[in-house]
T-cell receptor
Framework: DAKTTQPPSMDCAEGRAANLPCNHS???????VYWYRQIHSQGPQYIIH???NNETNEMASLIITEDRKSSTLILPHATLRDTAVYYC???????????????FGTGTRLTIIP | GAVVSQHPSWVICKSGTSVKIECRSL??????MFWYRQFPKQSLMLMAT?????????EQGVEKDKFLINHASLTLSTLTVTSAHPEDSSFYIC??????????????FGDGTRLSIL
């Protein structure tokens, strides 16, 4: 799986949009970009994933550059409860099988400031 | 949405004790579940992949006789830490992915089990 690079930490003011970057310059054509977050002392929570098109759900938006070498997770209106470590993971998605592994890096520690 | 439940959420026991942790998928079936370990201020590290009805696949450096995994049904996997010692103290997290005919289904994680060995 392609490796990812994320800034170790970021701050964002409450109510503002939080933009978390991820670099995955060695991504392959069949690898998806996944985002998870981990709030302190809890298990990771799935946020969103995509292949090449931008994606949006009730939690966030995912913007993937045209060359797919980087992406940005956007939390449109950050709240204090969004303080967490955010992980960007790239890997092949095998739709009909459940046996793929996720490799977690060190992530970005996002702190929402009141 | 998909829910994965772990039990217990925390456990404290004496050195030499064996501890069993359960991971259940509550509203979906999963042929495969994953067990991770996380030490303080570190990222999650995959320990093993649990396959329903067959032997688990362990990552390099993880002792299969130390960490026993049983995946007896499509909704339950258990991790038993045998003869636990203080260095086994950690945050253990499981995940599962729903069986679907099509589409991209992400893994869903339990809330973890904090194990403290005295």
């Amino acid at each position: 799986d392609a490796k990812t690079t994320q800034p170790p930490s970021m701050d964002c003011a409450e109510g503002r949009a939080a933009n978390l970057p991820c670099n995955h310059s060695t991504i392959s054509g069949n690898e998806y970009v996944y985002w998870y977050r981990q709030i302190h002392s809890q298990g990771p929570q799935y946020i969103i994933h995509g292949l090449k098109n931008n994606e949006t759900n009730e939690m966030a938006s995912l913007i993937i550059t045209e060359d797919r070498k980087s992406s940005t997770l956007i939390l449109p209106h950050a709240t204090l409860r969004d303080t967490a470590v955010y992980y960007c993971i790239v890997r092949v998605d095998i739709s009909n099988f459940g046996n793929e592994k996720l490799t977690f890096g060190t992530g970005t520690r996002l702190t929402i400031i009141p | 949405g998909a829910v994965v439940s772990q039990h217990p959420s925390w456990v404290i026991c004496k050195s030499g004790t064996s501890v069993k942790i359960e991971c259940r998928s509550l509203d979906f079936q999963a042929t495969t579940m994953f067990w991770y370990r996380q030490f303080p201020k570190q990222s999650l590290m995959l320990m093993a992949t649990s396959n329903e009805g067959s032997k688990a696949t362990y990552e390099q450096g993880v002792e299969k006789d130390k960490f026993l995994i049983n995946h007896a049904s499509l909704t339950l996997s258990t991790l038993t830490v045998t003869s636990a010692h203080p260095e086994d103290s950690s945050f253990y997290i499981c995940s599962a992915r729903a069986i679907r005919d099509s589409g991209h289904q992400p893994q869903h994680f339990g809330d973890g089990t904090r194990l403290s060995i005295l």
